[in-house]
């Protein structure tokens, strides 16, 4: 047995370390482009080996496509570290794959033997063979955790009616938080995404990079309020003049770095060793913290090599008594950025006191967005005709029932009026399986380009789509809702798939018939998340003031 196998075959399953109380440490790497025989290949794949043989290293985690760019699969670059006995965490995207495919990725991996799987919708493709490739965005990280969540229960074997059900899978679930955002149109709805991806199967999170330890401290504490059964780790990025201005250029969609941030960057790279002790000295203040506030692993990523990392890991260790000190001094946010919770002057993190100011907007329900009069037009006929329970369903039923059951002429001509009226209102793409329902009146396939239904992904910038730069539908929606005193319930209700087979037929006729998602009997159509609880979980009721939750770099595109 190598020195390699010796080491890596000791190592415990990821899940059983977090079960058990242990400090998981993870390193990402980044696949490259072309054969694995390519020296580029084959150096990080010596790196990897490296890594494994640190019995500090429980787990390396290997990145899908990032930055939407053609790469080597991550499963082939971890099919020797899961031979050795190496825990692996597989990054798997749904923007270059459908339902189907993500469905036969899931068999190949656990037959493969890979265990963990981080699931993410993924970043934009932005360059592919001869132009841009087209997104595929079938379903989203949500309904991917969905269905492996259902695949390790048992999928049901429908080629063979009556066969029973398919062997279980044993997948370890992740996911994605990006809190490190500024407003709070998109910092509630990230929150409220990570419990609904929490109910669909996540199992662990890992939070996209960031460098605020007060943003870092408040994850937690709303994980802890909304009492979520998630393990999470702690991202840090080993920052470098080159990232520093990439990040503050906004091209990286989630990830900030601040104008402070970046005056220190340059400052240092100026030195003679280019910045690279400050650098590595940041990344070890971040790591300690990490583990002071409680997370229960750290996630280190950036490009370097692994003694680098290791280095990382030993000054860490040295800042672990002075964790509370060094924290106060990793604060680089904007000024106007929002926090779920009231500052702790002591320790200038977070106190577990929802925030004030937000607490009280909720109240007199105001809104940073304007509320526009097509939406509010569009809630009272919902609520007059199209909801379930609205007083005029059993009518729109009955007429939708006469009208299939009269020549094809007719449904086509009512399908002409319902696209005149859905076109003109809300650029309907004639998905037949609407969930304007479902974001306040947003369309996901005309104005979002990740067609996300299940909460915003992790690309928008001070509000804004990575991809269109306009407001994100999660954050118009958001504000919408709030108008009405909504918000919280903004996520609630089962898991979105959209179905395809819909598609160029009548979305009127498929809720009033109960063949869309709205309204088809479904077991999970009735289950519902926690409904009705407000963004901080479950938590006690507020008193007289309602107070009382690389590429560079993965993780992104939650």
Known sequence: ????????????????????????????????????????????????????????????????????????????????????????????????WNRSALESRGWKLASEGFHNVLALSGDFPRKGFRGAPAPVFDIDSVGL???????????????????????????????????HKRFEREVVPQYQKLRKKAAAGAQFVINQIGWNARKDDELLRYIRRAQLPLFALGNVYLLSRAASRVFHSGRIPGVVVTDELLDLAERYSAGRDKGRSYFVDLAAKQAAVVRGL?????????????????????????????WHAVAKEIG?????????????????????????????????????????????????????VFDPDAPLFGAGRALYQRI???????????????????????????CGDCSLPDIAYVCPESMCAKNQRNGPCGGTR??????????????????????YGESDDILDG??????????????????????DHNTRDEADATHQIDAKRDVGGPAQEPQSTETASGDASQPRGS
């Open 1 to 96: 047995m190598t020195q390699l196998d010796s080491q890596t075959s000791q190592k415990p399953r990821l899940r059983e370390r977090l079960e058990k109380g242990g400090f998981a440490v993870a390193v990402e790497l980044v696949t490259n482009r072309g054969v694995i025989t390519t020296a580029t290949s084959q150096a990080a794949i010596e790196m990897a080996h490296e890594l494994a043989t640190d019995p500090r290293i429980d787990v390396i985690s290997i990145t899908d496509n990032p930055g939407g760019h053609a790469m080597l699969a991550p499963d082939t670059f971890g099919t020797d570290l899961v031979s050795r006995g190496q825990e692996v965490i597989i990054h798997l995207a749904c923007k270059d």
């Open 145 to 179: 955790l969905k269905l492996f969540s259902e695949m390790n229960e048992g999928l049901p074997d429908d080629r063979r009616p009556g066969a029973g059900r398919l062997d279980r899978t044993d997948f370890f679930l992740g996911c994605v938080v990006t809190n």
């Open 294 to 322: 409680g997370f229960n692993g750290v996630y280190l990523g950036g490009h370097a090599d692994a003694a680098t990392f290791y280095e990382i890991l030993q000054r860490a260790e040295g800042y672990a008594q002075e």
């Open 332 to 384: 680089y946010g904007r000024p106007d950025e929002f926090y779920l919770f009231e500052p702790d002057p002591d320790t200038g993190l977070s106190s577990d006191e929802l925030s004030r100011s937000y607490v009280e907007s909720k109240r007199q329900r105001k809104t940073d967005l304007p509320v526009p009069v097509r939406y509010r037009v569009s809630r009272l006929l919902h609520n007059a």
């Open 404 to 430: 299939e059951a009269a020549p094809p002429a007719v449904g086509r001509a009512a399908h002409v009026v319902e696209q005149a009226a859905k076109v003109s209102m809300f650029n309907c793409l004639d």
């Open 462 to 483: 001070d509000g804004l789509c990575e991809v269109y730069d306009t407001e994100c539908i999660w954050s118009d929606a958001y504000e919408r809702l709030k108008a």
């Open 494 to 515: 089962p898991v979105v798939i959209k179905d395809n087979a819909l598609r160029r037929t009548s979305a009127w006729a498929n809720t009033f018939l109960g063949r």
